[in-house]
């Protein structure tokens, strides 16, 4: 397998790894098997507490959390092998026993509760599509965490970002507000459906970044066998992502975004999925490959192979503008002279 490749197979083991920690104590859970496929040498631990209200509530944080969303990356220690020596069980079973304390430590660690605390006040300002102020954030921060509050805002854009496809960006540096905008235009608010529910933005994004790794062409298979690694079951309702096979085989297929086929000459049947039209529409692969590079939190010429076809995408995409708007141009000019000759004749 070439080089490029083998890179992004790690890479997409760990955007995997990211989003398979979202029903949170994962230290408890986690199966012989992960054991051995996840470092915990040096993870990076951002968490993100979601809960629920009623829809007559304001804005304000509540203070039992319900769920919790967490998500995990080992950015370095995944590429290293371990020593295959007389002492390396031993070593492995260090590594993780200091994983997991790291992982408890974090999720009391004062700073990972005020981010949480912010996704949530965040994720209310969106839903209800208010303005973000900075003076809000700091009183959700408060002031003895006030000196970290830049750092708890990176983690907190972070986790919007990758788990739901929202940016937070700022929109007037006087009065110090910010507002959040979605990647892509999915109806209501992102969460497809109406009434209560999150963005299924984020998502999207991966389904479409699996897509564009397979070949352009991903199978129900393969398509599962990822979302099983994100927690994400055939016949299970997901708490942030609803009933998933409706939502990809259905809602996201009606929506044009996907599109779910039966595989050529398949007996007995079986499904394939592509981009959509409105995929084609709203991004691009590149932009696909620039969300999976801030999940992994790399660039995206770390996938090497895939960052040439994107190139070679986004040329393609010039070029079929340029060609339209010369078409139009050339209309425009021959209709100018048709009505010049009426007036002329007139």
Not at 69 to 77: F, K, M, P, R, Y
Request: with cysteine; glycine share 6%; aromatic share 8%.
């Amino acid at each position: 397998m070439p080089r490029g490749q083998k890179s992004t197979l790690r890479a997409r083991e760990k955007c995997q790894r990211t989003w398979g920690q979202i029903q949170g104590h994962q230290g408890a859970q986690m199966t012989a098997t992960q054991k051995k496929k996840v470092s915990f040498s040096s993870p990076l631990i951002l968490e993100a507490t979601i809960q629920k209200k009623s829809a007559g509530r304001s804005g304000s944080v509540l203070k039992k959390p319900q769920r919790a969303l967490s998500t995990t990356t080992s950015v370095d220690a995944y590429h290293k092998k371990p020593y295959k020596g007389a002492n390396s069980k031993t070593e492995k079973k260090q590594s993780f026993s200091q994983g997991l304390s790291s992982t408890v430590r974090s999720r009391t660690d004062p700073l990972t509760i005020k981010t949480n605390m912010l996704v949530q006040f965040l994720m209310e300002m969106y839903k209800m599509k208010k303005p973000i102020m900075k003076a809000d954030m700091l009183k959700i921060v408060q002031k003895r965490h006030e000196n970290h509050f830049p750092e708890i805002l990176k983690k907190a854009s972070f986790n919007m970002e990758v788990v739901f496809g929202v940016d937070l960006k700022k929109v007037d540096s006087t009065k110090d507000s910010y507002v959040l905008v979605s990647k892509m235009d999915l109806p209501n608010n992102g969460t497809v459906t109406r009434g209560r529910g999150f963005p299924k933005t984020g998502l999207l994004l991966n389904l479409l970044g699996v897509i564009f790794m397979k070949g352009n062409c991903a199978t129900e298979e393969k398509i599962w066998e990822f979302l099983n690694k994100m927690r994400i079951y055939d016949g299970k309702k997901h708490f942030i992502f609803g009933e998933p096979r409706k939502l990809i085989t259905q809602d996201l297929v009606k929506l044009k975004y996907l599109e779910y086929r039966q595989v050529p000459n398949s007996d007995p049947a079986r499904y394939e999925f592509l981009w959509g039209p409105r995929a084609h529409a709203e991004t691009s692969k590149m932009k696909v490959l620039e969300f999976w590079a801030k999940v992994n939190q790399t660039v995206p010429s770390a996938f090497q192979f895939w960052y040439e076809e994107a190139l070679r995408d986004e040329e393609e995409r010039v070029q079929a503008a340029a060609t339209f708007n010369d078409g139009s141009s050339a209309m425009g000019r021959k209709c100018s002279k048709v009505k010049a000759s009426s007036s002329s004749h007139a």
